[in-house]
């Protein structure tokens, strides 16, 4: 995505045009990097503290015992990882 100003939230569209980070509803950050952008979270399994990758549409991808893990798996796939809090 290109920077069209010196807002750092001012995005270049895929269609072209800008459009702005900060006003994005629910549907357009789901499908937003949905092949480029991963997330992670904590969540528990069976008992046990772990981290899920999910797309950034939410569909999930992987889980693991360790954040740092999680994130390198996400990078060694050529996506940006992204924590989510």
Known sequence: MDIKS???TAQQGPMGGTF???HLTAKELA???VSQ???VRPVVV???RAFAIHA???TPMAVTGDRE???AAI???????VSVH
Request: glycine fraction near 10%; charge should be negative; aromatic fraction near 4%.
């Open 6 to 8: 010196s807002d750092e």
């Open 46 to 48: 069976n008992g046990a």
């Open 75 to 81: 990078a060694q796939h050529e996506m940006l990882p």
């Open 31 to 33: 499908q937003l990097g």
């Open 20 to 22: 702005d980070l900060r």
């Open 37 to 39: 952008i991963a997330y």
């Open 69 to 71: 893990v999680a994130m």
């Open 56 to 58: 950034a549409d939410g």
